[in-house]
């Protein structure tokens, strides 16, 4: 629940178990049931009748019966990770947590303050996950101006004491190091028992990992296959990089960027290097520093925290780090490419023409990536990542003739909305979160 160790390092489980000679006779459960044969060898300290419920409630909240169904496009297969109740796929891990927090909090008589950041989704998201629950506040910082109207409404218009939006004057920058410097001032954070939400929390990439097992069963079990993931904070092809090391046969992780594209020139050169951030069709993944690529450096730096935090210090003074002399061997899972704006709306106009198929544009770059480097030999799943509806103006460009629409967006039109709106001031933001903690 800490989300952060205190020495500012992210945490991974002590030790990945292997799951191989069990993961064929899951292949007939549901998906609840499948997640918590997945989840179980990772939670030691909660009842199994405990896990199974929390389990059930947060995928309760689903429009699809299979949560995360797999719809094939001739030899191209999706895996459809938005049916969540704000459509997109952080739905999955964020619904989750929230009801396992209650859980805990209840359990232990605590309550708990969540301080965000977001560009977008992450904030809707995790108020869906948290709103309501009784010992958790949550207070989202976002850009003013910077989300799309839809993905604002998506935070503004749930009204419930326990949701706190805060919309800043400046950039998601502002916003994320306004944050980082709350969580910083170690005296207030556990004076407020502050808690994060974004993907640095374990508990965000353990819900992950199953649906790749989830996928793998919809395939019918191949003896192989390549799986492809547009790609932001690293997050979410983290989750599939531990379902191979419990083995799950995935042979390539295909990382998809798009001109944001410091993890495929790392995994094309070697080099990571820090540019400026590009605004693209994409936004979810207008990423440079990717936050959970620590995570893959300590298995890569064989799993020395001591190696991982002189190559993040490194980073962090230079901005750029050569790792290919310190690698313990090639790592051979991951395939890279990026995919350009031009790119992302020639693909997703292609699936409609060729399929009547709409995808979103981040599950574009991940398609169009896959397509340029994927060998064919093999099964390929790609993650499809957020309903197109989220985002209209790709779909415009590409579509001018659609209309792109998703009841759960349309309802939000006209609902009264809350915000508190601040100049970037991290005092401000303290006394008010001061003023409405619990
Ligand atoms: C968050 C997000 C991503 C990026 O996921 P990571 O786990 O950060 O790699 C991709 N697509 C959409 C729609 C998102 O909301």
């Not at 520093?289 to 620590?294: C, D, H, I, K, L």
Request: hydrophobic residues 40%; aromatic residues 10%.
């Amino acid at each position: 629940m800490m989300g952060l160790a205190s020495d500012g390092g992210l945490m991974v489980p002590q030790s990945i178990p292997d799951v191989s000679d069990k993961c064929a006779s899951w292949k007939r459960l549901s998906y609840e049931a499948l997640a918590f044969e997945v989840m179980r060898p990772f939670i030691s300290d909660l009842p199994e009748s405990v896990l199974k419920n929390i389990i059930e409630k947060s995928y309760s909240t689903f429009e699809d019966p299979l949560i995360a169904p797999v719809r094939s496009l001739d030899n191209l297969h999706v895996l459809e990770l938005f049916h969540g109740p704000t459509l997109a796929f952080k739905d999955i891990a964020l619904q989750f947590l929230g009801n396992l927090f209650d859980f805990v909090l209840e359990k232990t008589n605590s309550n708990l303050n969540i301080l965000g950041a977001t560009s977008g989704d992450t904030g809707g998201a995790a108020i869906a996950g948290i709103k309501g629950k009784k010992r958790i506040n949550i207070f989202v910082l976002y850009p003013e101006g910077k989300t799309s109207r839809l993905q604002e409404r998506q935070m503004t218009t749930i009204i419930e004491d326990n949701v706190h939006n805060i919309c800043l004057n400046g950039s998601f920058d502002d916003c994320q190091s306004l944050m980082k410097s709350v969580f910083s001032d170690l005296s207030f954070r556990k004076k407020y028992n502050l808690g994060a939400v974004n993907s640095v929390n374990w508990v965000r990439i353990l819900a992950q990992i199953v649906y790749y097992f989830h996928a793998w069963n919809q395939l019918d079990c191949p003896s192989n296959f390549d799986v492809a993931v547009p790609t932001g904070n690293f997050g979410n092809i983290f989750a599939g990089y531990v379902a191979k090391q419990m083995g799950l046969p995935i042979r390539h992780l295909i990382l998809a960027t798009n001109s944001n594209d410091i993890l495929a020139r790392f995994f094309n050169s070697g080099d990571y290097s820090r540019t400026d951030v590009n605004f693209s069709e994409s936004p979810a993944m207008d990423i440079q520093v990717a936050s959970n690529f620590e995570r893959y450096l300590f298995y890569q730096l064989d799993k020395s925290s001591t190696k991982v935090s002189q190559v993040m210090e490194d980073f962090k003074v230079t901005g750029t780090v050569s790792l290919k002399s310190s690698w313990s061997e090639q790592d051979r899972t991951f395939l890279a490419g990026a995919a350009s704006d031009m790119e992302t709306i020639n693909t997703i106009r292609y699936f409609h023409d060729q399929y009547n198929y709409l995808i979103d544009p981040h599950t574009a770059v991940g398609i169009s990536v896959a397509q340029r480097i994927h060998q064919k030999d093999l099964p390929l799943l790609c993650l499809s990542t957020a309903h197109p509806a989220k985002f209209d103006r790709a779909m415009k460009a590409a579509l001018p003739n659609e209309i792109v629409q998703h009841p759960i967006l349309s309802r939000l039109e006209g609902l009264p909305e809350r915000k508190h709106s601040m100049e970037v001031d991290e005092n401000s933001v303290k006394s008010y979160i001061v003023s409405r903690a619990i």
